[in-house]
C-alpha cells in the first residue's frame, strides 16, 4: 500500500514538472544562429524558465530576490492576479512589490503548456526568444483591491520575451510578458463590507513666495501704496489621504505646514504731513527732549527754535516730496507660520509609475513671531543736525521751506552744510513686536507622484493659497505721536500693516518636494 501511494506521489509530481518544462522541439530558429550556440542557448531557456516557474511564487525572501534578477531592468509584466487590471501590464519591480505586499505567503498558480515559439536574430544584432504559456492563478486580487481565493483560477494566455547576449550565452533576461485573461466570475462582496481602501502618507521639504496685499486704510496714514513682498525660508509639510473611491483616484485630505516666513514691506513712500499747504510746516522735528508746546503739536513742524528743550539733540527732516522721504526704507516682520489645511484630492493622471493629483483645501494659519523684536527697520535720512545753540538759522530754513535740506544746495545759508547728516532708520525707531493671528484660507493645487517601488516614491507639487481673512490683526498704535514723530528711538509695539490698516490678504505660491508612502490595509 505504501509503495502505491508513494507511486501515485512520484508520478503527479512528475506531471507537475512536465506541464512546467519548456519544450523546445518545434521552434522556429534562426539560420544565422550556429547549431553548437542553439544548443546552448536552447539549454539556458529551459533552465530560466524553470527558475520563472519556482521562483515566482514569492513564497521567501531568497525566492523574490532570485525572481528579481531574472528580469531586464526595464521589463514590463503582465498583471495577471488582478481580476480587471486598470493596466494590462505593468514594471516588473512594480509587480514583485505589490504581490509580495498583498500574498504574504506567496502566489499559488499553475504553470501549463510552456512552448518555444521561436529563436531568432534582432535587429540589433542579438538572440532573442518567444516563449508561451498557459497561467491559473488561485491567488488574486478582485476589483476592490481585496486578496481572495478562486478554486476554478484566473486563467491567462501569456508570451514571455527573451533576450541572449550573443557573445555570453549565460547573459540571459526576461525582457516582456504579455497576455490575456480569460473571462470569470467572482463573487460580489457582501454591501456591508469593508471596503478597500488606500491611505497616502507624505513628507515634503517646503519653499515659496508672494504678497501681503493690505486695504482699508486708517486717516492720517503716512505712507502712500503700501505691500509686503513674502517669502517662506524652507519649512516642512506633512499630509495624510484616505481614497473615497474603488478606483482609488478621489481622496479627503489633510496637510499640515511649518515654515519660517518674513514679510518686506518697502516704506519709502513716508511723510509725515498729508498736504504742504502750509511751508513753515515743510519739516519736522524727531528729538530726545521735545517740549510740551511740540508734543502736544503732534511733531507737525518747526516753528521755533523753541521748540526743543536746551539741552536737547534734535534733528530736522524734510516731509515726503515727489518721491522723497525714506531712502530705501524696509519695514521687515519675521514670523513663524503653522497651517492647517482639509479638503480633496482627485487624480487626474494615474499611469503606471507616475500619476498627477489636482486638490482643493480649506483652513486656518496662524502667526506669531519667533522671538520678541521680530520687526527689524532698515533705511535712511537726509536732513540737518540742530546744534544746541541760539546761533543756529533755523529761521532762515523755514524762509526757504527747508530747500537747503531737500535739494543739498545752502543759498543763504553755508552754515548749513556743516550739519547735514545722513541717519539710518534704525537710529530713529526702535525693533518692534508684531502681534500673533488667525486667519483663514483657500488653496489649489497640483501634485506630480513618480513611483519607486509600488507603495513609495516621490512627490513634487506647486500649489496657491489665498487668505480670506486678515493676514495681520489690526492693532491701534500705543503710541502716541505716530510712526517716526515726536521723540527719537520710538520702540514700536506693532508694525505698519497693523496699525495704519485694517485689512491684509496673504497671496502665495509654494513648492513642494519630497516622498510619498502608500499604506493599503
Known amino acids: 500500500m505504501r509503495k502505491y501511494i508513494l507511486f501515485i506521489t512520484l508520478l503527479a509530481f512528475q506531471t507537475v514538472l512536465f506541464s512546467q518544462e519548456l519544450e523546445t522541439g518545434l ?13 546552448e542557448i536552447l539549454k ?3 533552465t530560466l524558465f524553470a527558475s520563472y516557474a519556482a521562483t515566482g511564487k514569492m513564497e521567501s525572501i531568497d525566492a523574490i530576490d532570485k525572481f528579481y534578477y531574472l528580469f531586464d531592468a526595464e521589463a514590463m509584466v503582465f498583471n ?19 504581490a509580495s505586499i498583498k500574498f504574504k505567503e506567496g502566489m499559488q498558480y499553475e504553470l501549463s503548456n510552456a512552448k518555444l515559439i521561436r529563436l531568432n536574430v534582432n535587429q540589433d544584432f542579438n538572440y532573442e526568444a518567444l516563449i508561451s504559456f498557459s497561467k491559473r492563478v488561485h491567488t488574486v486580487l478582485n476589483e476592490e483591491g481585496e486578496n481572495i481565493y478562486l478554486e476554478s483560477g484566473l486563467n491567462s494566455e501569456q508570451r514571455m520575451t527573451v533576450l541572449i547576449d550573443p557573445y555570453n550565452t549565460s547573459r540571459i533576461l526576461i525582457t516582456d510578458i504579455e497576455g490575456i485573461s480569460e473571462d470569470i466570475k467572482v463573487a460580489k462582496v457582501k454591501e456591508d463590507k469593508f471596503r478597500a481602501v488606500e491611505h497616502m502618507i507624505t513628507t515634503c521639504l517646503t519653499g515659496g513666495f508672494g504678497s501681503v496685499n493690505v486695504s482699508n486704510e486708517i486717516e492720517g496714514n503716512p505712507f502712500q501704496e503700501l505691500s509686503g513682498s513674502y517669502q517662506t525660508l524652507p519649512g516642512i509639510q506633512l499630509s495624510y489621504g484616505r481614497s473615497l473611491d474603488r478606483s ?19 516704506i519709502s513712500s513716508f511723510s509725515h504731513m498729508p498736504s504742504l499747504s502750509d511751508p513753515l510746516k515743510d519739516g519736522f522735528i524727531i528729538s530726545d527732549k521735545v517740549s510740551s508746546a511740540q508734543s502736544g503739536g503732534g511733531g507737525t513742524g518747526v516753528q521755533t527754535g523753541d521748540d526743543l528743550e536746551e539741552d536737547a539733540v534734535g534733528y530736522i527732516i524734510p516731509s515726503l516730496r515727489n518721491g522723497e522721504g525714506i531712502n530705501g526704507g524696509i519695514e521687515e516682520i519675521s514670523l513663524f507660520n503653522f497651517q492647517a489645511m482639509l479638503g480633496i484630492g482627485y487624480k487626474v493622471i494615474d499611469g503606471d509609475r507616475g500619476g498627477l493629483m489636482a486638490n482643493v483645501m480649506f483652513g ?3 502667526i506669531f513671531g519667533r522671538n520678541q523684536n521680530n520687526i527689524r527697520y532698515t533705511g535712511s535720512f537726509e536732513g540737518v543736525k540742530l546744534p544746541t545753540n541760539s546761533l543756529f538759522p533755523i529761521e532762515d530754513l523755514q524762509a526757504l521751506e527747508f530747500e ?20 539710518d532708520l534704525s537710529d530713529f525707531v526702535e525693533d518692534g513686536d508684531s502681534d500673533d493671528n488667525l486667519s483663514w484660507g483657500l488653496g489649489v493645487g497640483l501634485d506630480y507622484i513618480y513611483k519607486i517601488g509600488y507603495s513609495f516614491g516621490v512627490k513634487a507639487g506647486v500649489d496657491y493659497y489665498q487668505s480670506i481673512s486678515p493676514y495681520f490683526a489690526h492693532t491701534e498704535s500705543s503710541t502716541s505721536t505716530g510712526f517716526l514723530q515726536g521723540n527719537s528711538n520710538t520702540n514700536r509695539t506693532q508694525s505698519v500693516l497693523e496699525e495704519y490698516y485694517e485689512g491684509s490678504r496673504l497671496s502665495r505660491t509654494q513648492f513642494s518636494l519630497g516622498l510619498f508612502f502608500l499604506i493599503e490595509p
Open 27 to 39: 521552434a522556429t530558429i534562426d539560420d544565422q544562429i550556429e547549431k553548437e550556440t542553439q544548443v
Open 44 to 46: 539556458q531557456l529551459k
Open 80 to 98: 495577471d492576479f488582478i481580476t480587471k487590471p486598470y493596466e494590462t501590464t505593468r514594471p516588473f519591480s512594480d509587480y514583485i512589490d505589490h
Open 248 to 266: 482609488k483616484r478621489l481622496f479627503a485630505k489633510l496637510g499640515l505646514d511649518f515654515s519660517f516666513a518674513s514679510v518686506s514691506t518697502n
Open 364 to 366: 486656518p494659519q496662524y
Open 404 to 423: 537747503p535740506i531737500r535739494d543739498g544746495t545752502t543759498p543763504g545759508s553755508p552754515v548749513l552744510e556743516d550739519y547735514r547728516f545722513d541717519g
